[in-house]
């Protein structure tokens, strides 16, 4: 049983990799070519890609009858796969859900807080050597104790923030997903994204990047929020329209936004590094040790289950 690896992980899901499958890791950190998806289809059984190793139907077109019958996805995003496509050669494609919600959530809330107290940019006075002193009308922020929060999607990572913002911060929380979510906290169903957009004081992006979620928040969303509005997104960068959100920035339709995602990834336009107002971060959302070893656990189990022709434990639908 051959496995790929396609980028090299942490310490501990590498020793498990190579203890119990005959394992190759790719050594480079960038997403893999055309044609190393190619080699990896043909030489291995199983694959585990991550972002940006784009399985398009053209990839799969090349290789139709594939030696790999399963792509262990290391991320619960998998917008990067076309699984219909991978359906159609015989390939099952699984993510890593769960592993990734509270980590993803802490982002989130970092990306809030960053931004309505104007933590990046206070930041940078003081490591400019700029700052002058305290006095009352300095840097003055957005309170965020009490006021409300939009959620966008509220999936296993949305509730996770929705948590935090009502037991945390005393918010009340907003919501609008394709079903009614039975939760465990107060929150309010709103009919439309326009309707959510201007009703909170922030609003927070945790959708799943597909084709149906494209441009999601565009310029009507944008200019629906009111003009203290912050947006947060840690879902994918192409649900936000990054043209519109810029000239809704520039322009003073919203106050500010918190970024951990981006549309052109890794990508970041001038004009957003360039405005004080917006919270910048390298796609954080899961970057720590033990979180990111729990998703290569995950997705081990699922080729660890795939070889015993056991059920896969977390196959995407
Ligand atoms: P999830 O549990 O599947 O939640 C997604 C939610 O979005 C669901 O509640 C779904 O509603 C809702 N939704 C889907 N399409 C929608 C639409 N068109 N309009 C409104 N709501 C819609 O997924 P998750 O585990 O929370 O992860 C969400 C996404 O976060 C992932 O797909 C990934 O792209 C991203 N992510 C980013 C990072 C990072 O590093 N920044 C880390 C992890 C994940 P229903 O339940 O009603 O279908």
């Known amino acids: 049983m051959k496995l790929l690896i396609a980028r090299p ?10 203890a119990e499958f005959d394992t190759e890791i790719r050594t ?6 055309e044609d190393e998806m190619l080699r990896a289809l043909r030489e291995f059984d199983v694959v585990m890609p991550t972002l940006g190793d784009m399985f398009s139907a053209r990839v799969f077109a090349q290789a139709p009858e594939p030696r790999c019958r399963l792509l262990a996805n290391f991320g619960v995003g998998y917008n990067h796969i076309d699984v219909v496509a991978a359906r159609g050669v015989g ?10 919600t509270d ?3 802490d982002i989130a809330m970092t990306l809030l807080l960053s931004t309505a107290r104007r933590a990046g940019e206070g930041e940078r006075l003081v490591r400019l050597g700029r700052w002058e002193g305290w006095h009352p009308t300095q840097m003055l922020g957005h309170h965020v104790t009490g006021k409300h929060v939009g959620i966008v999607g509220l999936g296993r990572i949305g509730q996770a923030i929705a948590r935090r913002c009502h037991f945390g911060f005393g918010m009340q929380v907003f919501y609008v997903a394709r079903s009614d979510k039975d939760v465990d906290f107060p929150a309010t169903r709103m009919d439309s994204l326009a309707a959510l957009a201007g009703a909170v004081d922030f609003l927070v992006v945790a959708v799943p990047g597909e084709a149906e979620t ?12 009111k003009p203290s509005g912050i947006l947060v997104n840690i879902a994918r960068g192409e649900v936000v329209d990054e043209a519109a959100l810029i000239a809704a920035l520039s322009e003073g339709l919203i ?6 995602v981006y549309e052109f990834e ?11 107002q917006v919270t910048l971060l390298p796609h ?16 081990l189990d699922n080729v660890a289950a795939f070889v015993a022709g056991r059920d896969l434990p977390t196959p995407v639908s």
């Open 28 to 33: 480079s950190t960038a997403p893999m070519t």
């Open 103 to 105: 980590a993803t959530a």
């Open 266 to 276: 890794p990508e970041v336009p001038e004009a957003l590094r360039a405005m004080e």
């Open 214 to 225: 494209r441009h999601l928040i565009n310029a009507d969303v944008l200019s629906a929020m």
């Open 9 to 18: 992980m942490t310490a501990a899901v590498e020793a498990r990799a190579r």
């Open 255 to 260: 106050a500010g936004a918190g970024l951990d």
């Open 284 to 299: 954080l959302g899961t970057a720590t040790e033990e979180v990111r070893t729990g998703m290569g656990h995950l997705a």
């Open 91 to 100: 390939v099952a494609v699984t993510n890593t859900p769960g592993a990734v």
